[in-house]
């Protein structure tokens, strides 16, 4: 028996660790002003970070050419694996053209810091819009995670990666649970299975009762907001954090459910990132993750359960993930409660469900969504938040 007879095996097989050794990072440090640089955004260093903990297992480093088409095309890895977004190191011509392949590349933050280490393997050009268009459906810029795609470097840098150190969260410390933690927590409290939540968004009730939902029929809950780089509009991470830190005191029994950070940043790839999102939450112990409405969508580029269908195309055992899928949750005004299309005796306008726009434009004019929707701690919060007086 492998040494995850206990829990459910990373994705791959062996949970990966990139953080460097005390010896290794001394010695990186002796070579750190003899070594070409490679400056690394805010997503490249969050992808970084995911690869050194093993949340992107099996992923070693950035992508080779050949994983890379394979993801693209196929949303497998060269060896058939299942994985659905390129995790790749672009940069622009002229800072790839002197590097040379064999080669060890010093990584450093946006704050000029060295982070770490790539063992260059691989350099080679790719084609933004097919990436664009293959993963994210559209070749339009002003999706977000086009955008980024289409701002990139021409080149992609390739090979194993090391993290010098795993530095304290600057934010959230106490949240920073990574997979090899995660998974000490599951099995001391005795959870043989637990389900996962992403969401980028503040907790509402909808998401409340989904998870609630879902809490009856497994032993835990790993509530795993996204606290990487996300759209401008977006709530900031740490209002979030605040938020789902009121519904831990409050409205979750404490014994059933972790708070985490997922450090990674958001693609807004829709169908392709739920399966990127729940092969994640694999790799951090998760047995089951819940995909509900239009999952890491944005705008009016995926249908409302694409991302729910998507997983139709693997076999169950292959992503090793159980999905539970949900419709769009409300409050029945019928019958008083939270409850979706197929519980719900009650007709749409008996329905109380706002969207995240709708709820930044009431609080931004100094109005609280209904209790209905937001519980009025959380609400109160927002509205703090985005200063506004109630």
């Given at each position: ?8 095996a990373?994705h791959?097989?062996q949970l ?14 002796e ?9 690394l955004?805010a997503?490249?260093a ?11 297992s ?13 993801v ?5 890895l060269?060896?058939?694996l ?5 995790v ?5 011509e ?11 590349v ?20 790719y ?6 268009v293959?993963?994210?459906?559209t ?19 390739a090979?194993?990666v ?7 969260h ?9 997979p ?6 599951f099995?001391?409290?005795?959870w043989k ?13 909808a ?8 809490l ?22 740490d ?15 404490k ?5 985490a ?9 829709g169908?392709?990132?739920?399966i990127?999102?729940a ?5 951090y ?14 705008g ?15 076999e ?5 993930i159980?999905?539970?899928?949900f419709e ?7 019958t ?12 749409p ?11 930044r ?7 609280l969504p209904?209790?209905?929707?937001s519980r009025?701690l959380?609400a109160?919060e ?6 506004v007086?109630?």
């Amino acid at each position: 028996m492998s040494k995850y007879s206990d829990g459910i095996a990373p994705h791959g097989g062996q949970l990966i660790n990139r953080i460097a050794s005390e010896q290794q990072r001394s010695e990186f440090l002796e070579k750190a002003d003899s070594l070409p640089r490679v400056q690394l955004d805010a997503w490249a260093a969050s992808d970084l970070d995911l690869i050194a903990i093993g949340g992107f297992s099996p992923l070693t480093g950035f992508m080779e050419q050949g994983d890379y088409e394979s993801v693209v095309d196929n949303m497998r890895l060269a060896n058939g694996l299942p994985w659905s977004i390129p995790v790749t190191l672009s940069v622009n011509e002229d800072i790839a053209e002197p590097l040379k392949e064999g080669s060890l590349v010093r990584l450093d933050d946006q704050d000029g810091r060295f982070v770490g280490v790539l063992e260059l393997t691989q350099k080679y050009r790719y084609d933004k819009k097919r990436e664009a268009v293959n993963v994210y459906r559209t070749d339009e810029e002003k999706h977000p995670g086009v955008k980024v795609v289409y701002n990139q470097g021409d080149v992609n840098l390739a090979g194993p990666v090391w993290l010098l150190q795993r530095y304290p969260h600057p934010l959230f410390p106490k949240y920073q649970i990574d997979p090899a933690q995660s998974r000490t927590l599951f099995k001391e409290r005795g959870w043989k299975t637990v389900v996962g939540f992403q969401t980028r968004n503040p907790i509402h009730r909808a998401h409340e009762y989904i998870i609630k939902c879902a809490l009856e029929i497994v032993d835990g809950l790993f509530l795993h907001p996204l606290v990487g780089a996300t759209k401008s509009d977006d709530i900031p991470a740490d209002v979030r954090m605040r938020c789902y830190e009121i519904m831990m005191d409050n409205y979750f029994p404490k014994n059933q459910v972790i708070l985490a950070i997922n450090p990674a940043a958001m693609r807004y790839a829709g169908p392709r990132e739920a399966i990127f999102h729940a092969i994640v939450r694999k790799n951090y112990g998760c047995t089951h993750f819940i995909v509900g409405r239009d999952h890491a969508g944005v705008g009016d580029y995926y249908g409302t359960y694409d991302a729910q269908h998507i997983f139709e195309e693997f076999e169950p055992d292959e992503l090793g993930i159980i999905p539970l899928k949900f419709e769009h949750a409300f409050y029945c005004e019928v019958t008083e409660t939270m409850a979706t299309a197929k519980t719900s005796p009650s007709t749409p306008d008996q329905r109380i469900h706002l969207s995240g726009t709708k709820v930044r434009e009431l609080l931004r004019k100094g109005e609280l969504p209904p209790p209905q929707f937001s519980r009025p701690l959380v609400a109160a919060e927002l509205a703090k938040a985005m200063k506004v007086e109630e």
